[in-house]
């Protein structure tokens, strides 16, 4: 008796095998990152002012703080902090070119050790922009490139703060960033509620 053939599956794109996203030990029991977190937002939430309420926060705290993010929210920052000593703000276009001072363009990421050279256990790094650089340089790069950061900034005592669109990812490539991080953050209400 003759089986039916079974029809093809439609082509669903996964995420990144495993294989691809390596792992980086000093992250993999969670040691050296308490001072670091995850913040998960839906785009209706009101993610810029959340980030202005932990900048101010950690200003108040003597800290400095570098905000890594994008236009046209990279203006806002400017002129919210453009009178503020100890504020860095760094663009982040997608397009490359010729870095302009305080931009870094998501093709040059190596970009960015210039900016490890500076900080010290008294700067945060506030990173809003993880769900463009992963829509431009794709899951697997974008991993690697959180992934050394969170190392180079633990090791220097810095804290990093990285924004991500809940719902703009698979849940998967969620997870996959939330293993990276101790503690992790929703906006709810143009709040942050910690839930790890």
């Known amino acids: 008796m003759d089986e039916e053939p079974v029809p093809e599956e439609p082509f669903i794109e ?11 030990p000093s992250f993999s029991t969670g040691e050296n990152i308490g001072e670091s977190m995850l913040v998960e937002y839906d785009p209706a939430a009101k993610k ?8 101010d926060f950690m200003i108040s705290e003597g800290k400095d703080i570098i905000i890594v993010s994008t236009q046209p929210s990279v203006a806002h920052y400017n002129e919210s902090y453009k009178a503020t000593m100890g504020v860095r703000i760094i663009d982040l276009p997608h397009q490359s070119g010729v870095p ?6 998501m093709t040059n990421l190596e ?10 256990g008294r700067h945060v790094l506030i990173f809003d922009s993880l769900s463009n650089l992963i829509l431009h340089i794709g899951v697997a790069q974008a991993y690697r490139f959180v992934s050394e950061t969170l190392s180079k900034l633990s090791n220097k005592g810095s804290t990093l703060i990285v924004f991500i669109n809940k719902i703009g990812h698979d849940q998967m490539d969620i ?3 939330e293993n990276l991080f101790m503690n992790i953050a929703v906006v709810e209400e143009g709040k942050l509620k910690k839930v790890k």
């Open 14 to 24: 996964l995420p990144p095998p495993e294989t691809l996203i390596e792992d980086d």
């Open 100 to 105: 302009k001072e305080n931009e870094i363009p």
């Open 175 to 177: 997870s996959n960033f």
């Open 111 to 120: 970009y960015f050790s210039e900016i490890f050279e500076e900080v010290g």
């Open 48 to 55: 810029e002012e959340v980030l202005k309420d932990i900048a």
